[in-house]
């Protein structure tokens, strides 16, 4: 069985997203090293700079999905 | 990634506020009548047709008005941590990498049926009303929590 290109690509997907959901995961175990998605995007955002632009991502991910 | 403090605002003493999280001393009442707002502005919002003003008007809306709390009435945020350990940020750095990579690939393929891009492959699963009215809703309260953050 010859998996298509199209599956592959959607396989990939799949495994970096349930990559991020399993860092996630790690991370919150008691004592991990691995920062969790809230403190390091908190850490980003302790400059004004960084704030405004993950808002902005926020934002954006929104428009792009929702609004075309 | 520099690992260093940055000075930032964590540091200035903050006025005290009430807090708008919920279970976090405010009433819960207000909190389940704001949840229903949400959830109602959600389907709603999950209705416009795409790339119509009324879509556009949606987005914008909770848009503006989380830029006016962070502005000018921000809630309580949640201090973040004063270092991050460079072994385990490298973790979550190769995650996000690999999908901006994979994503710039498809995009640069002109998301042809063989490589998709995310968006591709998103677009049909928030077809649904009631998926996309969740999806916004989750997006909603994924930009509150950036506020806090």
Redesign the interface.
């Known amino acids: 069985m010859v998996m298509?290109?199209?599956a592959l690509?959607?396989i990939?997907?799949a495994a970096?997203?349930a990559?991020?959901f399993l860092?996630e995961f790690l991370?919150r175990r008691p004592g991990?090293?691995?920062?969790t998605?809230?403190?390091?995007?908190?850490?980003l955002?302790?400059?004004?700079i960084g704030?405004v632009l993950?808002?902005l991502g926020?934002?954006w991910?929104?428009?792009?999905?929702?609004?075309? | 990634m520099a690992t260093e403090d940055?000075p930032?605002?964590?540091e200035r003493p903050r006025p005290a506020r009430a807090s708008f999280w919920p279970g976090h001393g405010t009433n819960r009442v207000r909190t389940a009548v704001i949840g229903l707002i949400l959830v109602g502005y959600a389907w709603a919002?999950?209705g416009?047709a795409?790339?119509s003003a009324t879509?556009?008007i949606?987005?914008l809306i909770?848009?503006v008005v989380?830029?006016g709390l962070?502005s000018w009435r921000p809630p309580d945020r949640?201090?973040?941590?004063d270092k991050?350990?460079i072994?385990?940020?490298s973790?979550?750095a190769i995650?996000?990498a690999?999908?901006f990579e994979?994503e710039a690939a498809?995009y640069r393929d002109n998301s042809l049926?063989?490589?998709?891009s995310?968006?591709d492959?998103?677009?049909p699963l928030?077809g649904p009303h009631i998926m996309?009215s969740a999806?916004?809703l989750i997006?909603i309260l994924?930009?509150w929590?950036?506020?806090r953050?």
């Open positions: 298509s290109t199209r690509t959607i990939v997907f970096v997203v990559g991020l860092l991370a991990s090293r691995i920062p998605l809230g403190q390091w995007l908190g850490y955002m302790r400059p004004r704030r993950i808002l926020w934002w991910l929104g428009w792009h999905y929702f609004a075309r | 940055f930032g605002d964590r919002a999950g416009a795409p790339f879509a556009l949606c987005v909770p848009g989380l830029a962070a949640i201090p973040p941590p991050l350990d072994t385990g940020m973790y979550w995650c996000v690999a999908l994979w498809a049926p063989w490589h998709p995310l968006t492959l998103v677009n928030i996309k999806a916004i997006w994924a930009g929590a950036l506020v953050r």
